[in-house]
């Protein structure tokens, strides 16, 4: 095939002979488990032809019917061979039960992957389905085309597994090196730089797992994978710009991070932004980039993304009854569970008498693993010119911070 533009097969794309991509795009989906995806996603589901047929992942379970077009352009759906389920998440596995009443093919599955099909799709008629558990360097051999399973245990569940095709030298990766895209084009060099929706994706999907996904790139290494594209279940796939998603990953999971700050608030009555701003304007005056991040005009997996490279940030809280501002509190439940490493933190807010919000923003900060810069800076009401010096101080540290690391 050409490698300047996909080729088309009647809605199906061929990506190397015999290999298509049959998937489906998600053109309105605005919200992935409160992942907010303005640009929609996709779930990419592969079709391997060689003697023997092997379907690499389904789609989310109303995509089921554009999946089923895209494979009929190919083959009739009921002489599948096998299905390989590389991840039992419902965006991928959701149309199993669809599929599985068009075909009798066998399921290629990981041990954990076997209980977590049953949870889902007992009832459904899993218990009739004929499955074959599979662990890494485990192969399947289609006729001309072989397939390689590799368990990446914990990227992102426990039962996530990863597919090479050997002859072809393709990583299907399923969640790992995804984005949530909508596009027509299917691989990086038709749309340009997406590295950015691979950082928040990672960011947000794969970020507390680093260890696992260190441990799974030697496995990679020690396997002998050398892939030429890697096909994940969203998004594009990587063949121009593969190398720099590698290296990419590398550094997210070794927790690389630049000389930059973020300053993440809200606010109530304007104190606690006029304290944000000055804060930010002392570390951009110290040379050391800075974001300024307000949790009700950005998103969540935003803010994360913008997590993945600094070396330092500050959180800002007015005090609502006591306590944080509620948005404030959903930003940290969201960042504990994601669990960024390597980074130092400050809280800060106003108050009117009792106080509370920066010690609970410390607290939660402390209990998630993050270094925090005590004391924190709480300031009465409204700040002035000896609370704005306060604020500058702040910030300078922060610079200062972010220099050392
Ligand atoms: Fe894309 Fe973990 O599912």
Known sequence: MGDMETEKTDGAVEIARGVYWVGAIDWNGRDFHGFTTPGGTTYNSYLVVGEKTALIDTVKAPFAGEMLRRITQIIDPSKLDYIVVNHMELDHAGSLAE?????????????RGVDILNG????????NWDLEVVQTGDELDLGGKTLMFLEATMLHWPDSMET???????????????????????????????????????ANILMPFHMPLLRFMGVLDKMGVDPLQIAPSHG???KQDLKKILEAYRAWANGEVNEKVLVIYDTMWGSTEIMATEIAEAVRAAGVEVKLLNLRKNTRNHIMKEMLDAAAFAVGSPTLNNGLFP????????????????KKAVAFGSYGW??????????ELKDTGIEVLEPGLQIRYRPYEKELERCRKLGEQLAAVAKEQ
């Open 120 to 127: 889902y799709f007992r009832g459904l008629g899993s218990e």
């Open 327 to 342: 948005t404030v509190g959903d930003f940290l439940v969201y960042l504990k569970g994601l669990r960024p490493q390597k």
């Open 99 to 111: 599929l599985k009443k068009q075909t009798d093919a066998k399921i290629f599955i990981t041990k």
């Open 164 to 202: 090479f095709l050997k002859e072809d030298r393709i990583l299907f990766s399923n969640d790992g090196f995804g984005q949530h895209i909508a596009t027509s084009k299917r691989y990086d060099f038709e749309v340009g730089d997406v590295i950015p929706d691979a950082a928040e994706y990672y």
């Open 354 to 363: 009792g106080g509370g919000a920066v010690k609970t923003v410390e607290k």
């Open 236 to 238: 594009i796939i990587w």
